[in-house]
Every structure is written in C-alpha cells, then in structure tokens.
C-alpha cells in the first residue's frame, strides 16, 4: 500500500504542477455534471499524493472559484501580473508560515491555517506559495497558457524565450495547422 511519504514530494515545482492540472481539470465546470467534476478533481489530487481527498459538493464552489484565481495566475501576461495575482491569492488564503508533519509526509512548509482546512482554501494557499517560490527563485512567470484552442496552464521553468504550449502534441497540432492554412492559401 502507498504512504503519502512514498508519494509526497516537497517542491515548490510539484506544487505548482499540481496547481496547474487542478486549475485545468476545473477550468470548464459547465462541461461536466457536479459528480464528475468531483471525482476528477479528486483523481488528480490523488495522483499528487493527497490521500483520499474528500471533496465534498458544497465545497466544489469555492474550488472552482480558487481554480480560476490560479488560472489567472497563468494567464497573466507579465512577471508584475503574476506577482499581483499571487499577492491576491496570499491575502485571500494564506496565514503565517508553519512546518507540519502530517498522513506520513517529512516536514514540510504549509501557509494554511491549519491540516484542517477546506480543500479549497488549503489548495489556493499551497497553489500561490509554490508558484510564488518559483517567481522568486527564477525571477520569471513560473509558467502561462497553452496557444489557443487548448488553453491548458503549464509550468515553464526552462531556458529560452519560454514555452508556448502545455505539451509537444500541442506544439505538433499547432504546426500541422499552420502548415495546412498555407497549403491552402
């Protein structure tokens, strides 16, 4: 049987990828009914080690409410955007920062209130302490949007002018495109 420890990684990066693939799962709600919607934001906090993650409808609200304040987060445009946004986020759902040793992780920071917080209060302040540390320790957007039409967040921590897509099949579908409007043109 998996622990959290097995799972649990303490990086600001697998927080921030959380943060990401949460924000997506939860950027549409209106595709997919409440139940749906549930079981996979629950998937992918599972797939992130959250053990047995109890999101309950009441709660689904305020998740998606967080969800799109992080997406905001990616869409920003500028590396002082970005830092507005996460400074929102702080001032919404952060408290003083704490160590917290919980479900068999090793210690590690959380700037919650407490182990005991709703999902989506505890998701909002982990989600904008882990893509602020990677602003402050990159000096750069910690990530963006996928090119239109897919839209997804990513996180994009590597060298260069930055990426454009969440993905090589992204990046491939938007190349065929091009290559196909100017065969036709």
Avoid at 67 to 86: C, G, M, N, P, S
Avoid at 103 to 122: K, Y
Avoid at 127 to 151: N, Y
Wanted: net charge positive; proline share 5%.
């Amino acid at each position: 049987m998996k622990t959290a420890s097995d799972t649990y990684i303490g990086s600001s990066l697998y927080a921030a990828r959380r943060a990401a693939d949460v924000a997506a799962v939860l950027r549409n709600p209106d595709r997919h009914d409440s139940a749906t919607l549930i079981e996979r934001l629950k998937m992918t906090l599972a797939s992130y080690g959250e053990l047995d993650p109890h999101v309950l409808p009441s709660e689904l609200d305020e998740f998606i409410n967080v969800a799109d304040k992080i997406y905001r987060v990616f869409a920003a445009q500028t590396i002082e955007e970005v830092a507005r946004e996460l400074n929102e986020l702080f001032k919404q759902y952060a408290h003083a920062p704490r160590l917290t040793m919980h479900n068999g992780t090793p210690w590690h920071l959380h700037v919650d209130a407490s182990d005991h917080m709703p999902w989506a209060e505890w998701f909002g302040a982990s989600s904008a302490h882990a893509l602020a540390t990677l602003l402050a320790e990159k000096q750069r957007k910690p990530g963006g949007l996928c090119a239109e039409p897919c839209g997804r967040p990513f996180i994009d921590l590597g060298k260069g002018g930055g990426r454009s897509y969440c993905s090589p099949k992204c990046a491939t579908r938007a190349r065929v495109a091009v290559y196909r409007s100017k065969l036709k043109a």
